[in-house]
């Protein structure tokens, strides 16, 4: 089937891009601090399984326990997750 590009399915086009690729921004771990955006390093003590992965030396923020990965508006205009 050929995509058809004008008009409303263009837009839906648009829309299923966006999704796709908010889908793979979520999925994603963070690579700096929300806080001060210095880039997050490896935990040393994370291969004896405490749980954190990633850090920021400065501020101390943790990954995972103090992410809060972004929410998507649905077309309603209310917050969802994905």
Same mark, same amino acid.
Request: hydrophobic share 30%; aromatic share 14%.
């Given at each position: 089937?050929?995509?058809?590009?004008?008009?409303?399915?263009?837009? =839906?086009?648009?829309?299923?891009?966006?999704?796709?690729?908010?889908?793979?921004?979520?999925? &994603?771990?963070?690579?700096?601090?929300?806080?001060?955006?210095?880039?997050?390093?490896?935990?040393?003590? &994370?291969?004896?399984?405490?749980?954190?992965?990633?850090?920021?030396?400065?501020?101390?923020?943790?990954?995972?326990?103090?992410? =809060?990965?972004?929410?998507?508006?649905?077309?309603?205009?209310?917050?969802?997750?994905?």
């Amino acid at each position: 089937m050929t995509e058809q590009t004008g008009g409303w399915y263009g837009l =839906h086009s648009v829309f299923e891009q966006q999704r796709s690729e908010f889908e793979a921004y979520v999925s &994603a771990p963070p690579v700096a601090c929300p806080n001060d955006g210095e880039p997050l390093v490896n935990a040393p003590s &994370a291969k004896s399984g405490s749980g954190i992965e990633l850090f920021c030396k400065y501020c101390f923020w943790q990954y995972p326990r103090d992410w =809060h990965p972004p929410i998507r508006m649905d077309s309603g205009g209310l917050e969802s997750p994905l």
